[in-house]
Antibody
Framework: QEQLVESGGGVVQPGGSLRLSCAAS????????FDWVRQAPGKGLEWVGF????????WYADSVKGRFSISRDNTKNTVDLQMSSVRAEDTAVYYC??????????WGQGTTVIVSS | QSALTQPPSASGSPGQSVTISCTGT?????????VSWYQHHPGKAPKLMIF???KRPSGVPDRFSGSKSGNTASLTVSGLQAEDEADYYC??????????FGGGTKLTVL
């Protein structure tokens, strides 16, 4: 069964850092690109960033560029989102999703990040 | 990048059809046939319903269909069923190598 499971969410102070992880199973991991998408409370979905199959190409939304970075470990089947200099507006449920055919075909259940002092 | 524009709500009775619109610009929906639609039941993982404007992934009922005209894409749900009640989001690839989502439409089955 194809599955993505996010972890690492929690409460972080403004200006702090947090690392989210996404573990994949049942997926041809090294042949898949992945994205992070978030949903702030009461808001719609917002694309955060992308990492290519080999990890060499990353793209980011303007709202997180320079603060967030995405990496992957093809030996452990994991994709990480390193969040730095977090702001209140980064409070959201963060989803990991597989990108294919210019769409997101497999999603995790999400992990919640709350930025608060 | 601004979000795509969706109506906040839509509704229909069981068995009826409902269409949800998604309006973008010439930099996203108008530029690419890379529009996708997602069904999201709160607290659960979003589910891909339509990709590349009108293609259905395996397992998605043919009651769900997609289309596009100019800068506007649409999702039509025919033969509404109670389990179709959810939030629906459109998404498009954007010219600067980003993706953009719509604000979401809450579909209510009356």
């Amino acid at each position: 069964q194809e599955q993505l499971v996010e972890s690492g969410g929690g409460v972080v102070q403004p200006g702090g850092s947090l690392r989210l992880s996404c573990a994949a199973s049942g997926i041809a991991f090294s042949r898949s690109a992945f994205d992070w998408v978030r949903q702030a409370p009461g808001k719609g979905l917002e694309w955060v960033g992308f990492v290519s199959e080999n990890g060499l190409v990353t793209w980011y939304a303007d709202s997180v560029k320079g603060r967030f970075s995405i990496s992957r470990d093809n030996t452990k089947n994991t994709v990480d989102l390193q969040m730095s200099s977090v702001r209140a507006e980064d409070t959201a449920v963060y989803y990991c999703a597989r990108g294919t055919n210019y769409a997101f075909d497999i999603w995790g259940q999400g992990t919640t990040v709350i930025v608060s002092s | 990048q601004s979000a795509l524009t969706q109506p906040p709500s839509a509704s229909g009775s069981p068995g009826q059809s409902v269409t949800i619109s998604c309006t973008g610009t010439s930099s996203d929906i108008g530029a690419y046939n890379y529009v996708s639609w997602y069904q999201h039941h709160p607290g659960k993982a979003p589910k891909l319903m339509i990709f590349e404007v009108m293609k259905r992934p395996s397992g998605v009922p043919d009651r769900f269909s997609g289309s596009k005209s100019g800068n506007t894409a649409s999702l039509t749900v025919s033969g509404l069923q109670a389990e179709d009640e959810a939030d629906y989001y459109c998404s498009s690839f954007v010219v600067n190598k980003n993706w953009v989502f719509g604000g979401g439409t809450k579909l209510t089955v009356l």
